[in-house]
């Protein structure tokens, strides 16, 4: 099983920034797809973006051109930068290795 903490939340005004860090252990990081999830309070989990071992990336519509998730497996990390950020981008974000291990995630808030 491999442990995720993800780091990098907190409260921002619209239109600010923040990164998010999720960093893994294991020796499986490097192989396995990534992807960061958000679920705001009476919401259903929302996939918000996933990168695939080898860098391929993808991106749920509300969030397209403003997030970019990367890897670094050297790093066993895996982040998500977030731009022009919108008040109903608040939720707490969850990182998952391959869909099957999860973090206890990180809250982003952004205030209007």
């Known amino acids: 099983q491999v442990q995720l903490v993800e780091s990098g939340g907190g409260l921002v005004q619209a239109g600010g920034s923040l990164k998010l860090s999720c960093a893994a252990s294991?020796?499986?990081?490097?192989?396995?797809?990534m992807a960061w999830y958000r679920q705001a309070p009476g919401k259903q989990r929302e996939l918000v973006a996933h990168?695939?071992?080898?860098?391929?990336?993808g991106y749920s519509d509300s969030v397209k051109g403003r997030f970019t998730i990367s890897r670094d497996n050297a790093k066993n990390t895996v982040y998500l930068q977030m731009n022009s950020l919108k008040p109903e981008d608040t939720a707490l974000y969850l990182c998952t290795h391959s869909f099957r291990d999860w973090g206890q995630g990180t809250q982003v808030t952004v205030s209007s």
């Open positions: 990168i695939t071992p080898r860098g391929i990336t």
């Open positions: 294991g020796s499986t990081f490097s192989s396995n797809v």
